[in-house]
Each structure stands twice: as C-alpha cells, then as structure tokens.
T-cell receptor
C-alpha cells in the first residue's frame, strides 16, 4: 500500500527566501514520485518527477526535489522564492504499473513581498 | 501544444437536475482520470479508465454519478440528480498509463448546484 503525507497545509515565505515543502511517502515497493503545482483557477501541472537514477531531480521554474529512501522523503525546494511561485503544491506517488497512485492533500505556498 | 479540454468550464444548475461534463484527452493517451476538488476535501479521485475500460471507480458515489468513455476521444462524467454538495471543481486528466507517466490535467469544470 502507498500513501503520501504533506506536512504543513500552508507555508509562507518571504520573497527571495528558501522554499521547502515537505513530502513523505510510504510504499512497499520502489515508488515513482511527483510534484505538481496548481495555480489559481487552473488544473495541476507537473513540476518534476523521480523515476530511477539520480536522486536529485530538477524541475521547471527553478524547483528541485531529492529522493531520500532512508527517510522516505521527497521534499521540494527552491533557493529563492518569487511572487509567481504562490500556488498549491501536491506531492504524488505511483507504483510501476500506474494502477496505484495517490496525491497528497496539498500545501498552499504564500510568498510575502 | 496538446492539451486536455473540458466542457463546460462553468455550470450552474439547480438541485435535482442532470449534469454532464465532458473531457477530451490528449490524442494517444490511453488513461483518463476524473477528480473532484473542494476546499474541504481537497483533491479526490473519482474514477479512472484505461483503454476505455473502468479500472477504479471506488471514489465515485454510485447512486448518482456515472462515468463513461464512449470512444477514445471522449470521457463523460454525469451526475443525476445533482445535489448542492456536488458543488466543486471537476478535473479530467489523461496519461499514457504507466507508473512513471505524468498526468496532464484539463482546466476543470466549476460546478455550482443551487
């Protein structure tokens, strides 16, 4: 069985500050991990994903995430927040077949000018 | 630029009326997902199809909701009769049907049931 936990439903950072959004997963098999972003009044879009290989994954808009198997984590980071990063962020996990997948409950990011 | 399209984008209806939402997946994608998003419940998976066959619809209230794929280019989600608690944004997403695949989301249908 798989599940995803996003710690912190709301995160606020100052413009230019580090963004850290937390995601922990539970999975009985090697997972595939995703981060999606949802801007207001839009559907979700993929930020980045981990499948195999390098554990540090770079995505769009300067975001990156690191797969840490020992910590069962896939935290999303960005060195310097921009006002345009304000959105809802969802972590998701899937098995290899795509038949078992779960989205986290989302973290709303606010960027303070 | 291939995109998932959904119609209508907004729908206001009265309780008891039938509502049909349509989704056109990206050409070549064989998996279609229906989600519902509300402030209280967040993002909920209602159902998904692979190669037009329903794989999982356990998240869908069976008594009033139904989902179908009449053909590979059209997925429908129907609510009959609609209730105020069905007010939400309904998203369709499509993908290639593997674990590593990205889900491509449509813009959503905002449903308000009065």
């Amino acid at each position: 069985a798989q599940s995803v936990t996003q710690l912190g439903s709301h995160v606020s950072v100052s413009e230019g500050a580090l963004v850290l959004l937390r995601c922990n997963y539970s999975s009985s098999v090697p997972p595939y991990l995703f981060w999606y972003v949802q801007y207001p009044n839009q559907g979700l879009q993929l930020l980045l994903k981990y499948t195999t290989g390098a554990t540090l994954v770079k995505g769009i808009n300067g975001f990156e995430a690191e797969f840490k198997k020992s910590e069962t984590s896939f935290h999303l980071t960005k060195p310097s927040a921009h006002m345009s990063d304000a959105a809802e962020y969802f972590c998701a996990v899937s098995d290899s077949t795509g038949n078992q997948f779960y989205f986290g409950t989302g973290t709303s990011l606010t960027v303070i000018p | 630029d291939a995109r998932v399209t959904q119609t209508p984008r907004h729908k206001v209806t009265e309780m008891g009326q039938e509502v049909t939402m349509r989704c056109q997946p990206i050409l070549g994608h064989n998996t279609v997902f229906w989600y519902r998003q509300t402030m209280m419940q967040g993002l909920e998976l209602l159902a998904y199809f692979r190669n037009r066959a329903p794989l999982d619809d356990s998240g869908m209230p069976k008594d009033r909701f139904s989902a179908e794929m009449p053909d590979a280019t059209l997925a429908t989600l129907k609510i009959q009769p609609s209730e105020p608690r069905d007010s939400a944004v309904y998203f369709c997403a499509s993908g290639l049907g593997t674990g590593v695949d990205t889900q491509y989301f449509g813009p959503g249908t905002r449903l308000t049931v009065l």
